[in-house]
Nanobody, 124 residues
């Protein structure tokens, strides 16, 4: 019922920039928090940044000052601008969104959804 599609990953040299996008589609009533997570090779998935529906943001210490999360509520899209990239930023990046849908009989249901991921590789 809800799909998240990421784009914008790729290969970049250290010090470079990339911009990730994640668009949500489907039977969406509203989207609450949205965020980006990453999973480096051989490691667990970790938080990168989140943004509330009102715009409040939260960042992992490792990306503060380098990454910026933003969203376009009209387009149900969240972005991650990544600057000054480092080899340690190499990971699969995953979009997450807490989405409220309208079920039959007018009931509302909120669930967390994940995108399929996009690979970011930073070479030294």
């Amino acid at each position: 019922q809800v799909q998240l599609v990421e784009s914008g990953g790729g290969l970049v040299q250290a010090g470079g920039s990339l911009r990730l996008s994640c668009a949500a589609s489907g039977s969406i009533f509203s989207i609450n928090a949205m965020g980006w997570y990453r999973q480096p090779p051989g490691k667990q998935r970790e938080l990168v940044a989140t943004i509330a529906s009102g715009g409040t943001t939260n960042y992992a210490d490792s990306v503060k000052g380098r990454f910026t999360i933003s969203r376009d509520n009209a387009k149900n899209t969240v972005y991650l601008q990544m600057n000054s990239l480092k080899p340690d930023d190499t990971a699969g990046y995953y979009c997450n969104a807490h989405v409220t849908i309208i079920e039959p009989y007018g009931l509302r249901r909120t669930d967390g959804y994940w995108g399929q991921g996009t690979q970011v590789t930073v070479s030294s």
